[in-house]
């Protein structure tokens, strides 16, 4: 079977090549794994490098104050103490080892007076945290990963896609792709696989994610019966571009607020003011995202729909310097001047908090060979993420999940095998759409998922509309498995979004069932017709599998902190401690 | 709703020609939203490569009317009106199909640069302005335009020789890392090729992150690598101590 597909043996195949792949793929081989890493566009094109406002780790250097233990309370307290508290824990503790390891191996972060990694205040974060440069961190934290990680021999297979994991008894083995320049199949075995494949944006309208975030990992982790959790958690970003339409949810970064800028609704007010009296701007991004919604919704929208966020009032100099790519972005993009004029911004699908269940120290999920890490797994973010603690969550957890499955490979007797009805089964699925003689194409399918998704499972959400919208995507379940491509099998974007699409399928009927399952509002979860926080709901994980096609959802108890944390947050009001 | 005309290249190894679409014109759009427009609604396996969409990731590199762009960043509106838009791959890389091109060479040639080797034993503090150059290099979204448009690669072809102005950038990043200690210069004659850049910082003017592709990075190491390799004074001390610049 094997012999008739190009294949590649590795001790450990890693699905990502954004922070959290790299940085996998790194430890990996650092630890004496052959390491293979797959990625969907060229390297060094993941999302990693978009992130913009930096990354979160209690350095100390601005407010020597801060340490892991109120990092990891901000943490908790961001994410409504849903996290998994050792992941949070482990995060917290390592993610400044990680950022100080990233600049021996050649970033360059902005410096304070006295020389050392400077750090700027983040929503959430009680103390000025997030190391950064300029606002293109991620692209600094990507480009050293990747030139540090092609020195130590990883094996990088770009611009390929894998479809199916391949599984003998109940340990995954492999992995089936395709590459996307001929659309030739190709057979990875492996001892273990990590999937580091981001997010789920594309299932919405409005998104800051880019074409390859439709819940690979996600998918592919359900395929393989692992489970997911907490995929109700969706991050609106609160500021994204409104206008003009073709940049409609191009992120603009939190920095803007973490330098000071405000917001302001048409009335001229700070609306924040009623929503967060505290933190104001720097309120968590649930909140800020809501707080936006409404003010538009109630007819206090600026001319496109959002909420005017400014940084005029401090030196032109300062913005340009502290914040170059949104200067350009809005110069380029909307003819306006951010040292002059307000932009304006809402509220943009930019991460998922809800993903694989892993072991917090390894990264294992809970299928043997299996391991996730990254905007792939989930609980270490719990309701709601901070910003900043996406890049430092790539770091650590990408680190342990290399470390974690270059262990796992060690103790592997050797390869599995793979099974040629499996193979046959992912080829078939690819090549029908190409066989059918009619059919809908995937685009209009994508589109309307898109609104879907948007319209009712979204940043309110209420019971009607959830069940709406599981029916409307169960229907387009039925479409897509009917799909008709046209064209080649070479580099054919229409056929690539066939499968893709199958992927935001599943991963979107996980997330409206958790959501619809979940009778409370907490942190991105809110239910109009459940408006608060259910002290009770607040032990529990919502957990999805796969049962065929359909996807099934549980609840499962969180992991419970011990007391010596649980200490941390005696001063918090009631209904936080849960 | 006014009407853009796009002449799009289609066609792979094998040959191909410009295919008209047009597409509604809307307020602010830019090449990429055009391209997808057609992918979406009359061409589905349209051919192209694109990430971010916010110019910072340097993956829809191609050619519109001529020119090396970022699609994601060319406004329609900033191109003459009443004529086609002609949307071509880059012309210095082999074509694979319709607007995408292999730039595999470029990621063989980032895996020969001699890697960041840190100073042993040195504190880790330096100034802001110590790194302002440095960061200027590091902004580099490897769009591959200055590869592009660098007629050392796209007139004569001379990947065997040279590495391109990407690369140089990359290198130059290194050079002037304040707590690298490796010397580049004889990998930078010998194998980036830097003698066959002649200065014409075409590749400078296309650069979408602005960065001073020719005098910033270029330059100051063509001047390294003839202090090191031309200089008669270094050469003699050279011979007398046994030592190189940097070690």
Same mark, same amino acid.
């Given at each position: ?5 190009e294949?590649?043996?590795?001790d ?8 959290a ?7 990996a ?10 990625c969907?566009s060229?390297l060094?094109?993941a ?24 990092h990891?309370?901000d ?19 390592e ?6 390891e ?9 410096r304070?007076?006295d ?16 190391a ?13 990963l ?9 094996e ?5 896609t894998?479809?199916?994991l ?19 199949f190709?057979?990875f075995r ?6 580091? /494949? ?8 409005i ?16 395929g393989?019966?692992a489970?997911?959790i907490? $995929?109700?958690?969706?991050q609106?970003?609160p500021?994204? $571009? ?10 603009v970064?939190?920095?803007v ?16 003011e ?5 933190? $104001? ?6 909140m ?5 919604y ?7 929208g ?5 909420a005017?966020?400014?940084?005029s ?7 340009k ?17 951010i040292?002059?004029s307000p932009?304006?911004?809402?509220p ?14 390894t990264g294992?999920a /809970?299928?043997p ?5 990254g905007?792939a ?10 910003g ?13 999940a ?9 103790k592997?007797?050797?390869?599995g095998?793979?099974d ?25 399918i994508h589109r ?6 948007h ?6 959400r209420?019971?009607?509309?959830l ?18 491509v046209?064209?080649s099998?070479a580099?054919n ?9 199958r992927?935001?399928l599943?991963?979107?009927?996980a997330?409206?069932?958790c ?10 979860h809110?239910?109009l ?5 259910n002290?009770?709901?607040g032990?529990?994980?919502s957990?999805a599998?796969?049962?065929?096609e359909?996807?099934r959802?549980?609840?499962?108890p ?12 005696? /001063? ?6 849960s | ?12 190894a094998?040959g191909g020609?410009?295919?008209e ?11 990429l ?10 061409? @589905? ?8 969409k916010?110019a910072?990731?340097g +993956? ?10 970022l ?8 191109l @003459?009106?009443g ?7 880059l012309k ?5 199909k319709?607007?995408?091109?292999d730039?595999?060479?470029?990621y ?7 890697p ?17 150059r440095?960061q ?12 592009d448009v660098?007629?050392?690669?796209? +007139?004569h ?10 690369f ?7 050079e ?5 200690a490796?010397?580049?210069?004889k ?13 014409t910082? #075409? #590749?400078?003017?296309?650069? @979408?992150e ?8 270029i330059?100051?190491?063509k ?5 090191d390799?031309?200089? @008669? ?7 007398v ?7």
């Amino acid at each position: 079977m094997s012999e008739r597909y190009e294949s590649h043996d590795v001790d450990v195949l890693v699905i990502g090549a954004g922070g959290a792949g790299l940085r996998a793929a790194i430890e990996a081989s650092a630890q004496g794994a052959r390491v293979g890493v797959v990625c969907k566009s060229l390297l060094g094109k993941a999302h990693t490098v978009m992130a913009e406002g930096g990354v979160a780790a209690a350095l100390a250097h601005v407010d020597p104050s801060d340490s892991w233990k109120v990092h990891f309370k901000d943490t908790m307290l961001g994410g409504k103490m849903l996290n998994n508290w050792r992941m949070a824990q482990l995060h917290a503790q390592e993610a400044p080892d990680r950022v100080r390891e990233l600049e021996r191996w050649g970033a360059v972060f902005d410096r304070t007076r006295d020389g050392r990694i400077l750090q700027r205040n983040f929503g959430g974060h009680s103390s000025p945290r997030l190391a950064h440069v300029g606002d293109r961190t991620g692209l600094e934290m990507i480009r050293t990963l990747q030139d540090f990680g092609v020195h130590q021999g990883l094996e990088v297979y770009m611009e390929c896609t894998v479809t199916k994991l391949l599984k003998q008894d109940s340990r995954v083995v492999g992995a089936f792709a395709y590459w996307r320049e001929t659309g030739r199949f190709v057979l990875f075995r492996a001892k273990s696989v990590v999937l580091a /494949t981001g997010g789920i944006g594309k299932a919405y309208t409005i998104t800051s994610n880019s074409w390859e975030y439709t819940g690979d990992g996600h998918a592919l982790a359900l395929g393989a019966g692992a489970e997911l959790i907490d $995929m109700e958690f969706v991050q609106f970003h609160p500021t994204g $571009m409104v206008w003009p339409p073709g940049v409609q949810g191009l992120l603009v970064t939190e920095a803007v607020r973490g330098e000071g800028g405000l917001l302001r609704n048409a009335t001229g007010e700070r609306f924040m003011e009623r929503y967060d009296p505290k933190r $104001m701007e720097l309120s968590t991004r649930d909140m800020v995202a809501r707080a936006i919604y409404t003010e538009v919704k109630e007819g206090r929208g600026s001319p496109h729909g959002g909420a005017f966020l400014d940084i005029s009032h401090k030196p032109p100099e300062m913005v340009k310097k502290k914040l170059p790519s949104m200067y350009h972005q809005f110069m380029e993009f909307a003819n306006i001047d951010i040292t002059k004029s307000p932009m304006e911004v809402g509220p943009t699908v930019h991460y998922i908090m809800g993903g694989v269940r892993v072991d917090a120290d390894t990264g294992a999920a /809970t299928v043997p060979g299996l391991f996730a890490a990254g905007e792939a797994s989930g609980g270490m973010h719990g309701a709601n993420r901070l910003g900043g603690n996406s890049l430092s969550d790539l770091l650590v957890f990408g680190r342990r999940a290399g470390a974690g499955s270059a262990a796992y490979a060690a103790k592997a007797p050797g390869h599995g095998v793979v099974d040629p009805a499996q193979v046959a089964a992912a080829e078939r699925e690819l090549l029908e759409p190409f066989e059918r003689a009619s059919g809908p194409d995937p685009y209009s399918i994508h589109r309307r998922l898109q609104q879907s998704m948007h319209s009712l499972v979204g940043i309110f959400r209420t019971e009607q509309d959830l069940m709406k919208g599981i029916e409307e995507i169960v229907k387009l379940q039925a479409e897509a498995n009917a799909v008709r491509v046209e064209g080649s099998r070479a580099f054919n974007p229409g056929w690539h979004l066939a499968h893709d699409l199958r992927n935001m399928l599943t991963i979107s009927e996980a997330i409206a069932r958790c959501a619809l399952q979940r009778r409370e509002s907490r942190g991105a979860h809110a239910r109009l017709d459940y408006p608060n926080l259910n002290p009770e709901l607040g032990d529990v994980n919502s957990v999805a599998t796969l049962d065929g096609e359909a996807v099934r959802v549980s609840q499962s108890p969180l992991p419970r902190m011990p007391d010596e944390l649980r200490a941390l947050f005696a /001063t918090e009001p009631a209904g936080v401690q849960s | 709703m006014p009407e853009a005309v796009l002449h799009v290249y289609r066609g792979d190894a094998s040959g191909g020609g410009l295919k008209e679409y047009r597409v509604p014109l809307e307020e602010g759009m830019v090449v990429l939203d055009a391209i997808h427009h057609i992918q979406g609604h009359q061409a @589905p396996d349209l051919a192209v490569r694109w990430n971010c969409k916010a110019a910072k990731c340097g +993956s829809c590199s191609a050619e519109v009317n001529g020119k090396p762009k970022l699609l994601c960043k060319t406004r329609m509106d900033a191109l @003459p009106p009443g004529q086609p838009v002609v949307v071509q791959p880059l012309k210095a890389f082999p074509i694979v199909k319709d607007l995408v091109t292999d730039v595999q060479w470029n990621y063989e040639v980032n895996k020969r640069i001699p890697p960041f080797t840190p100073k042993p034993n040195a504190e880790w503090r330096w100034k802001q302005e110590d790194v302002d150059r440095v960061q200027e290099f590091r902004k580099c979204i490897e769009c591959f335009l200055c590869q592009d448009v660098c007629h050392v690669l796209r +007139s004569h072809g001379r990947t065997d020789a040279f590495a391109g102005p990407r690369f140089l950038v990359r290198v130059a990043g290194l050079e002037m890392h304040p707590m690298d200690a490796l010397n580049r210069t004889k990998f930078l004659k010998e194998d980036a090729g830097i003698g066959l850049c002649n200065i014409t910082k #075409c #590749c400078t003017e296309v650069c @979408p992150e602005d960065i001073t592709i020719t005098d910033n990075a270029i330059i100051p190491l063509k001047e390294r690598v003839v202090d090191d390799h031309y200089d @008669p004074v270094r050469m003699l001390v050279r011979l007398v101590t046994g030592k190189k610049k940097g070690e």
